[in-house]
Nanobody, 121 residues
Framework: QVQLVESGGGLVQAGGSLRLSCAASVRTFSLYAMGWFRQAPGKGREFVATISKSGTTYYADSMNGRSTVSRDNAKNTVYLQMNSLKPEDSAVYYC???????????????WGQGTQVTVSS
């Protein structure tokens, strides 16, 4: 069983930055691909970024150039650094763990509880 706990969300002004963290309670964290998704009120869950177990990254167009996903396998943690935030980035952000990198939420069997990001204009 993989448990994921996100942190680092909050309220930030447009143009600001946030770094989200996701801590995993599993010994074999380095074997998992990790993803970040977000969900705004009334919308479906949207892919943000993913990082493979070897560190290869892939981003959604909406966040490409404004975000960086990274991982620290020694700390069992994945990060999402977000810069130049916009009000439309406001959402609950979720981290997810799976066996391969993917942009589809159903490919990830393990999910955190989410952390709220609110960007004010």
């Amino acid at each position: 069983q993989v448990q994921l706990v996100e942190s680092g969300g909050g309220l930030v002004q447009a143009g600001g930055s946030l770094r989200l963290s996701c801590a995993a309670s599993v010994r074999t964290f380095s074997l998992y691909a990790m993803g970040w998704f977000r969900q705004a009120p009334g919308k479906g869950r949207e892919f943000v970024a993913t990082i493979s177990k070897s560190g290869t990254t892939y981003y959604a167009d909406s966040m490409n150039g404004r975000s960086t996903v990274s991982r620290d396998n020694a700390k069992n943690t994945v990060y999402l650094q977000m810069n130049s935030l916009k009000p439309e980035d406001s959402a609950v952000y979720y981290c997810a763990g799976g066996f391969r990198t993917a942009t589809v939420s159903s490919d990830y069997p393990y999910w955190g509880q989410g952390t709220q990001v609110t960007v004010s204009s």
